[in-house]
């Protein structure tokens, strides 16, 4: 599986607690995850988030289809 998202998922105990967001951003994985599967496209979820980077909407759905099997083999996932 491509770990490209590692580079641009970033997971820290002191910010959103804990919760995956983009970049260190204070942007969820799992709202950029939503929005688009609520129907929206990338460029409308870059227009609501301009901080966003079209690669940080790719990273977030490999990080959203990766972590699940990560997570049940009970390997820790690393941060950069």
């Known amino acids: 599986m491509d770990d490209s998202w590692r580079s641009r998922i970033t997971v820290r105990s002191d910010q959103m607690g804990g919760v995956a967001c983009i970049r260190g951003l204070r942007i969820p994985v799992a709202t950029i995850v939503g929005m688009l599967a609520n129907g929206m496209d990338a460029k409308q979820v870059i227009d ?9 909407i790719h990273s977030a759905f490999r990080y959203a289809a990766t972590v699940p099997s990560e ?7 690393p941060n950069p």
């Not at 609501?48 to 940080?56: C, H, K, S």
């Not at 997570?71 to 996932?77: H, N, R």
């Open 48 to 56: 609501a988030y301009p901080d966003l980077e079209p690669e940080d």
């Open 71 to 77: 997570t049940a083999s009970g390997f820790p996932i």
